[in-house]
């Protein structure tokens, strides 16, 4: 099965600041990773699929990129709605598989 | 745009087994997949599996492999997640959500709480 790490585990940043979250593949997934968003007592958002691609809805301040093993998700400004955690996931093999997530909380 | 509305938490004793549904609303059933993912007290995101409403593939994580069958029935757009030989440990929030053709979920129910516990 395909391994997902992500890094670091605790981002502390302020409102108005860029994050820069890293999701490494144990083998190669090609582009098909995507980023999802969870706040507390919720379920999952989706936020990019095929490595780049914005889902409906989703702030153009959220960008990803990378390809093969190593991506990053990047929110440009960070608003207050924005703190919570993000986890990565891929679909280049079965099983699929999900990062251990990244809580962006505020500094 | 879509919804998925999820069967109320669960209590259940250890070696027992439960059912979770998901009914779907707002679009055509059978043009999309189910994924079902937990979330165990505190922890991640843990992919268990995905099923075709329009054929019954299946496709689901190793670990869970033979104490976990998905179903459909189309007939009432809802979807099933039947887990078996409960332990401590399945003691999760579990998710449904709306896989697109690349299996992304895209669309997901409320969650379900499931506690297993003597």
């Known amino acids: 099965e395909i391994v997902l790490t992500q890094s670091p585990a605790t981002l502390s940043l302020s409102p108005g600041e860029r994050a820069t979250l890293s999701c490494r593949a144990s083998?190669?997934?090609?582009?098909?990773l995507a980023w999802y968003q969870q706040k507390p007592g919720q379920a999952p958002r989706l936020l990019i699929y095929e490595n780049s691609r914005r889902a409906p809805g989703i702030p153009a301040r959220f960008s990803g990129s990378g390809s093969g093993t190593d991506f990053t998700l990047t929110i440009s400004s960070l608003e207050p709605e924005d703190f919570a955690v993000y986890y990565c996931q891929q679909r280049r093999d079965w099983p699929l598989t999900f990062g251990g997530g990244t809580k962006v909380e505020i500094k | 745009q879509g919804q998925l509305v999820q069967s109320g938490a669960e209590l259940r004793k250890p070696g027992a087994s439960v059912k979770v549904s998901c009914k779907a609303s707002g679009y055509i059933f059978t043009n999309f997949g189910i994924c079902w993912v937990r979330q165990a007290p505190g922890q991640g995101l843990e992919w268990m599996g995905w099923i075709s409403p329009n054929n019954g593939n299946t496709n689901y994580a190793p670990k869970l492999q033979g104490r976990v069958t998905m179903t459909t029935d189309t007939s009432t757009s809802t979807a099933y997640m039947d887990l078996r030989s409960l332990r401590s440990d399945d003691t999760a929030v579990y998710y449904c959500?709306?896989?697109?053709?690349?299996?992304?979920?895209?669309?997901w129910g409320q969650g379900t709480l499931v506690t297993v516990s003597s």
């Open positions: 083998q190669s997934v090609s582009s098909y």
């Open positions: 959500g709306r896989a697109t053709r690349s299996n992304w979920c895209d669309l």
